[in-house]
């Protein structure tokens, strides 16, 4: 197995990445690094989101500069302000050991004094955003006629924002004889055009096909009426009690409105787009780095700095304009080794644009249809029961356990157990029990999997994502284990902390049979039957559609004031009190996970 120590790197480093965590190296970092530790030369590097390329480029420049010197020696360009300060930051933790090295971030809507003066202490690497380095340049306030390392980081993004002039610009005043290393998750013909003009001769490496997605994500699309989009998006976080996600839309417009909607609805939501303050995007990021945040509305150029490791889920709200920006949308999940899933809503005309997608993308889409408002009461209510089951005893409960028994003495353990779980039940069920199914059927499908065929069992299961299963590999696992055929198990349902699936009634006996006491990793795996079907089970049509209007919100309680107060939701503060039922059950939002 390769190691940091084989890539030839140094011991302030090498303390470093196990400061880090880092274990071996990721495939680009194997690929690049040693090549760029022993030679002067060119490079265009291919490879996804996620896959460790900051390292790649930064531990060889960490290493090749000369840190006693105060010239600046690298320049780094990247698309946003958010990569440009992450790029930063992660280069200081990798450079920590490095005695007196000075990495300054130059990047639009902060204070350009501030930023001279950092570039005047000596900055022996310079990580910039194309404008406000331009910027910089012809004010004389920083001097890269001395550079002997440059990056282009995220080089298609820069060019699909419109940087290609400022690129050209800026390289003009770097010296000829420097090298030049691009990354670039995609290759289009823009950024082939940069190479073949800006760079000699570059050595080219490739990680997994050119263009493709992560394989850590699965897609899955799901048909709608367009009139329902918004209905089924609020489901698919309802069916995810756990969502922590980015939702895209195609314009800022809708990105605002879609947010406020969310945010009214009684969802964490908040919105990310250009329209913002660079103040009121630096609130949101926060908000969702601190997952106060469940799920984020964002256009794909103000998503473009996002690098959140733990994203569960991207939201296809509607498609991208272009589709080639799908594998940018889909690539922020699934990221740092873990799963993730990306969901399209789509109209039905718009279902021969997945195809087109599974071309670029080369994976296959999963077709699924939105779950039933009850599916989504029983997915909320074992999610809350797995919730409590894990939960630790806090014991500063214990004062006020007297009163509290006293309170239940004559209820049942089982009767108590049904009230409690009603207050949270009642909730989702009074909101779902009449609403209408959304599926829309599609001629078109191309369902990998099988429908319910109505003499089926559904199942629910305690494993689930946070166990690291996603939806094929369970159903490769209930396979095996169970020795059913290639399509005896169907509607895998992974959530996270548990699963859902299907097969034939004629196997229910023999799944339950072989759960009765079944241990995964030293506890009892759990099976039972499910009442519903894995979707269509409370299929009534909704009688008051359109009349419930604001109030229409099953989750409301759940959230706090706290993501109210701090002010972001683009820029409005939804009034929450005029709903007059919050005040009174505003409490401590649960923490979204573990
Ligand atoms: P990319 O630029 O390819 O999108 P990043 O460089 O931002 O990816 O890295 C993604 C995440 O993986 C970061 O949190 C980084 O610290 C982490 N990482 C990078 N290299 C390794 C490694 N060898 N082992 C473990 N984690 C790593
Ligand atoms: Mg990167």
């Not at 605002?256 to 990021?285: C, P, T």
């Amino acid at each position: 197995m390769e190691t940091f120590q084989n890539l030839g790197l140094n011991k302030d480093l090498l303390d470093a990445i196990s400061d880090l965590g880092f274990e071996t190296p990721s495939e680009i970092q194997q690929k690049a690094i040693p090549v760029l530790l022993e030679e002067e030369r060119d490079l265009v590097a291919l490879a996804q989101t996620g896959t460790g390329k900051t390292a790649a480029f930064g531990f060889p420049m960490l290493q090749k500069i000369d840190i006693n010197s105060r010239t600046t020696q690298g320049l780094i360009l990247s698309p946003t302000r958010e990569l440009c300060l992450q790029i930063t930051n992660e280069l200081k933790l990798y450079g920590k050991y490095c005695k007196g090295l000075n990495v300054v971030a130059i990047y639009g809507g902060a204070s350009v004094t501030e930023q001279a003066k950092q570039i005047k202490k000596g900055a022996q690497i310079v990580v910039a955003t194309p404008g406000r380095m331009k910027d910089m340049i012809s004010r004389n306030l920083v001097d890269i006629s001395k550079i002997q390392y440059s990056v282009l980081d995220e080089a298609d993004e820069m060019l699909n924002m419109g940087f290609y002039e400022d690129i050209t610009d800026i390289l003009s005043h770097t010296p000829m004889d420097k090298s030049t290393w691009l990354f670039s998750a995609t290759m289009p013909k823009e950024v082939a055009t940069i190479a073949k003009k800006f760079m000699y001769e570059p050595l080219e490496i490739t990680v997994g096909n050119k263009n493709e997605s992560t394989s850590n994500v699965s897609h899955e699309y799901y048909v709608v009426n367009g009139r329902d989009r918004y209905l089924a998006l609020k489901r698919l976080a309802d069916a995810n009690p756990d969502i922590f996600s980015v939702v895209f839309c195609r314009t800022k417009r809708d990105t605002q409105k879609i947010a406020e909607k969310l945010i009214e609805d009684g969802y964490n939501a908040g919105a990310l787009h250009g329209d913002l303050s660079q103040n009121q995007r630096d609130l949101v990021m926060k908000s969702f780095r601190n997952n106060q945040i469940q799920m984020l509305v964002a256009t794909d150029v103000a998503a473009r700095g996002i690098d959140v490791d733990d994203i569960t889920h991207v939201i296809n709200y509607q498609l991208p304009d272009e589709i080639e920006t799908y594998t940018h949308r889909s690539g922020r999940t699934g990221r740092a080794g873990k799963t993730g899933v990306s969901m399209v809503i789509v109209a039905k005309s718009e279902v021969r644009k997945i195809k087109s997608i599974e071309r670029i993308i080369k994976k296959q889409f999963e077709k699924k249809e939105i779950p039933s408002g009850m599916e989504i009461c029983e997915v909320q209510l074992m999610s809350l029961a797995n919730k409590i089951h894990n939960t630790k005893v806090n014991h500063e409960i214990d004062k006020y356990l007297d009163s509290i028994n006293e309170l239940f003495e004559d209820t049942e353990k089982e009767e108590l157990i049904k009230k409690f779980f009603s207050v949270e039940f009642t909730r989702f069920f009074n909101y779902y029990k009449n609403s209408k199914d959304l599926a829309v059927s599609d001629s078109n499908s191309s369902d990998g999997g099988r429908m319910s065929t109505g003499n089926d069992t559904r199942y629910f299961i305690n494993v689930g994502r946070k166990d690291g299963y996603d939806w094929m590999s369970l159903k490769d696992f209930l396979k095996e284990v169970l020795e059913l055929g290639k399509d005896d198990v169907f509607k895998v349902d992974v959530k996270d902390s548990f699963s859902f699936f299907n097969t034939e009634k004629e196997n229910e006996e023999k799944v339950l049979a072989f759960f009765t006491d079944f241990k995964y990793n030293g506890r009892f795996v759990n099976v039972e039957v499910s009442d519903n079907k894995g979707r269509g089970g409370g299929g009534k049509r909704d009688r008051g559609r359109g009349k419930r209007k604001g109030n229409d919100r099953p989750r409301g309680e759940k959230r706090s004031r706290r993501s109210n107060d701090s002010g972001f939701q683009g820029g409005r503060r939804s009034d929450r009190s005029k709903k007059g039922r919050r005040s009174a059950s505003d409490r401590p939002r649960r923490s979204r996970r573990k």
